[in-house]
């Protein structure tokens, strides 16, 4: 069974290389993951470090190229349709600044097994967030997810996550074309059109940490955008 996993980045220098060494060296069900790089023309030189790690590892590191941040959306939906068409069976999306715990890739990879969706999830029992995050993002964290969940009607308790396991299945049945949000917001239009859909979803539990490395992509724009657009998708035909 093939597991390609796919890595949008934008100046993640200092953490690529770690993170490339960190997940080659898992075992999904007795084989190590592929692993897809798609950078946005970052400045820092992320994209030369992916290429050299392509060079050194040519059948395991792809990379794809595209000229200037397009946006997180539009790179997972174009690193899903490559992971499609490479032959995947299991398609694990996560971010590249350890914000996402990497030894919890095999348990969502073993319960796509018998589910559509897997997600790594901080809201249900065993998982939680990082203890330096301050109350006021707890709460609005917190909150940003109650309020998706209400609107939308996903059952899910962690409806914002980005770290998620897909089987092949449930990618091809996705409308990704119809996809339209970007930021945080793609994870929610995703898990809504899933859920939509039928898909069983099932969660595992993560401590999401902090990154100790780079600058974080999250902004006050991006989380309001959200508010918004999750009734844009209530309205919307898939």
């Known amino acids: 069974m093939k597991t390609v996993i796919v890595l949008p980045t934008y100046n993640e220098a200092q953490n690529l290389p770690r993170m490339i060494d960190a997940l080659l060296d ?13 950078d946005d023309g970052s400045p820092d030189g992320t994209g030369d470090i992916a290429e050299e790690s392509a060079r050194r590892y040519p059948v395991r590191v792809h990379v794809m190229h595209r000229q200037g941040k397009l946006g997180l959306g539009s790179a997972y939906r174009a690193g899903f349709e ?19 715990p990497v030894d919890k890739v095999p348990a969502m990879v073993k319960a796509a097994a018998s589910n559509e969706v897997v ?39 962690d409806v914002t996550s980005g770290f998620k396991c897909w089987t092949r299945k449930a990618l091809e049945g996705m ?9 945080f917001t793609f994870q929610i239009e995703m898990n809504y059109v899933a859920n939509r859909k039928g898909y069983r979803m099932a969660e595992v539990p993560i401590l999401f940490t902090e990154r100790e490395r780079g600058q974080s ?12 657009r999750v009734w844009q998708m209530r309205f919307k035909k898939y």
């Open 26 to 38: 898992l075992d999904l069900n007795g084989a190590g993951p592929e692993i897809l790089v798609i």
């Open 82 to 100: 490559w992971a499609l068409n490479s032959g995947a069976d299991y398609i694990v999306q996560m971010d590249c600044d350890f914000s996402h």
């Open 119 to 157: 997600i790594g999830s901080r809201y249900v029992k065993g998982g939680s967030v990082d203890r330096k995050w301050s109350l006021k993002r707890k709460l609005l964290s917190s909150w940003g997810n109650r309020y998706a969940r209400l609107v939308t009607g996903v059952k899910v308790k």
């Open 175 to 183: 409308p990704l074309s119809r996809v339209s949000a970007g930021g």
């Open 217 to 228: 992509k999250m902004s006050g724009g991006i989380i309001l955008e959200g508010f918004w």
